[in-house]
């Protein structure tokens, strides 16, 4: 019975039990050590909240909240510059500014929450539906009302969860799929990947290799991270802003707070021209998975030197070589992450609006606003 259990909020990463790593150590983007990046670097418009899921006293699972205040957002997104685009900036600002999210909105995935044997997710989301309600009323007492309350990023399998009556009212919806690398067992090197690649394909990992030869690609300490600090950011806000959508945008001491606190388990490489750091890109170890974290690079540099590319390979490459099992690409640049060998998987979320009558065309407003990318995807391999 779901009264036999409780939830408890956390609202900084000291206060979480001691056993809270023994469940989140299937996923690092719920673990102590993350929760502390997120409460000392998060973006300006985040809040965070540790939510702990208990069967009587026992820690059965853990889940994430973010609250994010679009009001903060300077842009939502410079790429695209339409009617459209000003509609939706429009109708965030006055409408759905202030979001309450069940998972984390800087990721890519299911990183709402992670469960033991003894807790059922149809049980968790039930406790973490009515989690919600006291976020709510939490910030409400802060002169914060909350507009829309989402759950974000879970599989088709995932979904079977939610068909319980309390989300009756909640809209399911679907954006950009996550992008995904499945690396066969019998791949030990890079050159494994390579070689199953088709002619086509090998051709363009050879000429992206070609035009990167006076590049010098360098593993970043944590006082490297600091020392180019404000290029790093730079570089970070030049991807950013031309992504056709933003909720947030990463504090300045983001990675260092990364680096600090997670270790080797953190990866920054930095990709420098002539002494000059033109690009850099990020990766995080979670089990036998990368994850693929956040980049940036300057456009003149990513052209000439087909830059982001070279970075897929070189992620792919560093994930072989060392025996991880799978890639988790994100979402954003489909097509290109598809042309090295990622598959999309279709990601589902759930979303309610605080007013009834907005809440009824809930489906008719998120696909009127959402970004459209269209895309092909690419198969590479023989």
């Not at 006055?94 to 059922?120: D, W, Y």
Request: charged share 25%; net charge positive.
């Amino acid at each position: 019975m779901i009264t036999d259990f409780t939830y408890k909020i956390y609202t900084t990463a000291s206060e979480l039990p001691e056993n809270w790593d023994d469940i989140a150590v299937s996923n690092i983007f719920l673990s102590k050590a993350y929760s502390t990046v997120l409460e000392k670097s998060a973006p300006a418009n985040m809040v965070c909240h540790y939510i702990g899921l208990y069967q009587q006293d026992e820690l059965c699972g853990i889940a994430l909240s973010q609250f994010l205040d679009l009001n903060k957002v300077e842009s939502f997104g410079e790429r695209d510059n339409c009617f459209k685009t000003s509609a939706r900036n429009f109708v965030f600002r006055n409408f759905s500014a202030h979001v309450l999210f069940i998972g984390n909105n800087m990721l890519t995935g299911q990183n709402a929450f992670v469960l033991n044997e003894k807790m059922e997710p149809s049980q968790a989301i039930t406790l973490l539906l009515q989690a919600t309600k006291a976020l709510k009323e939490h910030f409400r007492k802060q002169k914060t009302k909350i507009h829309l309350t989402v759950f974000k990023d879970f599989s088709e399998y995932d979904t079977a969860s939610f068909a319980i009556p309390e989300f009756a009212s909640f809209y399911r919806f679907t954006t950009q799929p996550n992008m995904l690398f499945n690396i066969p067992e019998n791949w030990h090197h890079e050159t494994d990947y390579v070689e199953a690649l088709t002619k086509k394909y090998r051709d363009q990992y050879k000429r992206a290799r070609k035009k990167a030869t006076d590049i010098v690609k360098q593993k970043f300490s944590l006082d490297d991270i600091q020392k180019h600090s404000d290029t790093i950011h730079c570089l970070y806000q030049n991807v950013a802003r031309n992504a056709p959508f933003n909720t947030f945008f990463l504090a300045e001491n983001h990675f260092f707070k990364l680096k600090k606190l997670l270790g080797d388990r953190f990866l920054f490489y930095g990709y420098f021209l002539d002494n000059k750091l033109i690009g850099f890109n990020t990766l995080i170890k979670n089990g036998s998975t990368i994850d693929t974290y956040f980049l940036g690079y300057d456009d003149e540099h990513q052209r000439e030197k087909m830059l982001y590319l070279n970075m897929l390979y070189d992620m792919v490459g560093y994930s072989v070589n060392k025996g991880y099992k799978k890639i988790v690409f994100a979402r954003t640049a489909l097509e290109i992450k598809s042309s090295v060998g990622a598959k999309p998987q279709e990601m589902f979320g759930y979303i309610q609006h605080e007013n009834a009558f907005i809440n009824r065309y809930i489906s008719k407003l998120f696909r009127s606003l959402e970004p459209e990318t269209l895309w092909q995807e690419r198969n590479p391999f023989k």
